[in-house]
Nanobody, 119 residues
Framework: QVHVVESGGGLVQPGGSLKLSCATS????????MSWYRQAPGKERELVAS????????NYLDSVKGRFTISRDNAKNTVYLQMNSLKPEDTAVYYC????????????WGQGTQVTVSS
């Protein structure tokens, strides 16, 4: 059974930091690209950051470049999102996504964690 569980969200003041974690089980984590998406109220879900299966290569939404860092620990089956210099416009539900292509696409989502940036 696949489990994808995000944690680390919360309320933070503008300029503050949060570190999100996404713990997984039930699939071969090291073979999957991992991503963080977010969805703000009234907006579509958008890709924030992604990292390839072996790590080392990552991509970011332009608005978070230089502030957010995605990383993964394949030994712990966990992916992280370090968020610094947070802005009110970063407020959203953040979702963890696992995606692998083995003949067909396999994709798993977490339930999301709320991040609120407000003074």
């Amino acid at each position: 059974q696949v489990h994808v569980v995000e944690s680390g969200g919360g309320l933070v003041q503008p300029g503050g930091s949060l570190k999100l974690s996404c713990a997984t089980s039930g699939f071969t984590f090291s073979r999957y690209a991992m991503s963080w998406y977010r969805q703000a109220p009234g907006k579509e879900r958008e890709l924030v950051a992604s990292i390839i299966s072996l790590g080392g290569i990552s991509n970011y939404l332009d608005s978070v470049k230089g502030r957010f860092t995605i990383s993964r620990d394949n030994a712990k089956n966990t992916v992280y999102l370090q968020m610094n210099s947070l802005k009110p416009e970063d407020t959203a539900v953040y979702y963890c996504n696992a995606r692998g292509t083995f003949g067909r696409v396999y994709e798993y989502w977490g339930q999301g964690t709320q991040v609120t940036v407000s003074s």
